[in-house]
Structure formats: structure tokens, C-alpha cells
């Protein structure tokens, strides 16, 4: 009778931890559980070329040309990226081969070269006057011009999101958007911080909060006071 009792109860146990990782794994995005996501490529350097190595199986090269110089390579999640002194070369998951994207001859020739920034989906570029964006999602370019008399301040990302901050104004993004979502300041207005998650990015300043969404089309503004 014990013995049986005692098979009941483990059995209980058994199906109660099943139920606990069913409820665990509804957060699951897709893309990884609770944001963390898989690193799928490897990046590496050759003579006279870059090679991708995605899920261990696929390999994807792009020859550089005469006097092109690799400056910065990363990759994370589902993305890589490497810039040259000419151009931009991502590769995603998804993609069949590098994707290209021609630097400007004054961003070419910039030194420093662009600000890099790396999510597990997203590449970004930031220059002085030109915001550059991959997204591994879309498999597609996206570029924000910064106005002339304003400059770019702070730039952050994460999974899904990016934005960038200039003296003026704000500027968001999202996986699969394509597209920046643009928010002006008010004459008087500072930063404070800016905070990001996953799926969105809330910039404080010393007026209100404002919050960018990845499935949202605008900032959301909440007042301090």
C-alpha cells in the first residue's frame, strides 16, 4: 500500500514539473525563451575575403576589394556584420549571402569610423550625419539622415529596438518595420537616461517619459510634472 502511495505521489510531482515548464515555455518568442536567443553565425577573416559560417552548415563568402580594409566585425544571435572603409556586409539567419550597403564617400573616409551596435537581430551604424540599420528580421536596409545643426547624442539597442538620440530630436526603430519613428524635444528639454528591454526603449528626460514599442507606430509620452 506505501509502495503505491508513493508512485501516486511521484507521479503527481512528475505531471505538476511538466505543467511548470509547459507555463514556462509560453513565453517562448520564437526566437529564444525570455529573450535569450541562440548565437547562429561566426565571422571570419581570410585573405581578401570575409566568410559566414551560419548554423555550422551554411558558409557564405564575400570577396573585398583592392585596398578595402576590414575596420570592425561582430556577430550576436541571429546577425553579422562587418565594416570595411567602403561598405557595410550583414548576414542574417535567413539570408542566402551578404547583404551590402555602399558607405558614403565622407563616411568612408571618417576617423573614427562609425559607431557599431550589435542586437541579436538588429546592426547599426551611426555616423554624424547618417543613421545606417540592418534588420535580420526583414533582411533589409534602413537609413535616417540626421538634419544639419543637430547631432547624435546617445545611440542604444537591443533584441528588437533601437533608437537614437540627438540634441533635437529622437528616433526609434523595430525589427521588421522598416522604418524610423521620430519624435521632436522641446526647446527646454534634456536627457536624463535611456532604458532599454527586448521589445522597448524609454528615454527619460527632464520633462517626460518616452516610450518606444516594437509593435507600436509612434512614442508613447508620459508628463513628469
Do not use: C
Not at 536567443?37 to 570575409?50: F, K, R, W
Not at 561582430?74 to 556586409?89: K, P
Amino acid at each position: 500500500m506505501h509502495k503505491i502511495q508513493h508512485i501516486i505521489v511521484f507521479a503527481l510531482a512528475l505531471l505538476s514539473g511538466i505543467g511548470g515548464y509547459t507555463s514556462a515555455f509560453a513565453d517562448w518568442n520564437g526566437y529564444g525563451r525570455y529573450g535569450a536567443v541562440e548565437d547562429v553565425i561566426d565571422i571570419h577573416l581570410a585573405d581578401g575575403e570575409v566568410v559566414a559560417v551560419r548554423d555550422g552548415r551554411h558558409v557564405h563568402r564575400e570577396s573585398l576589394g583592392l585596398r578595402e580594409n576590414v575596420l570592425w566585425k561582430s556577430a550576436q544571435g541571429h546577425v553579422g556584420a562587418v565594416l570595411t572603409n567602403r561598405r557595410l556586409l550583414a548576414v542574417s539567419r535567413t539570408t542566402p549571402g551578404w547583404r551590402s550597403h555602399t558607405l558614403r564617400i565622407e563616411e568612408a573616409g571618417e576617423d573614427p569610423p562609425p559607431d557599431m551596435l550589435i542586437s541579436d537581430f538588429l546592426v547599426m551604424a551611426v555616423t554624424p550625419r547618417r543613421v545606417i540599420l540592418f534588420d535580420g528580421l526583414a533582411n533589409a536596409w534602413a537609413t535616417k539622415d540626421i538634419p544639419l545643426h543637430d547631432s547624435v547624442s546617445q545611440a542604444a539597442i537591443d533584441n528588437h529596438v533601437a533608437a537614437i538620440v540627438t540634441e533635437k530630436r529622437i528616433y526609434g526603430v523595430a525589427a521588421r518595420r522598416g522604418r524610423f519613428v521620430e519624435q521632436r524635444f522641446s526647446s527646454d528639454e534634456s536627457l536624463v537616461s535611456v532604458t532599454t528591454r527586448p521589445h522597448s526603449i524609454t528615454v527619460r528626460t527632464n520633462r517626460q517619459l518616452l516610450i518606444f514599442r516594437s509593435r507600436s507606430p509612434f512614442w508613447e509620452r508620459v508628463s513628469l510634472g
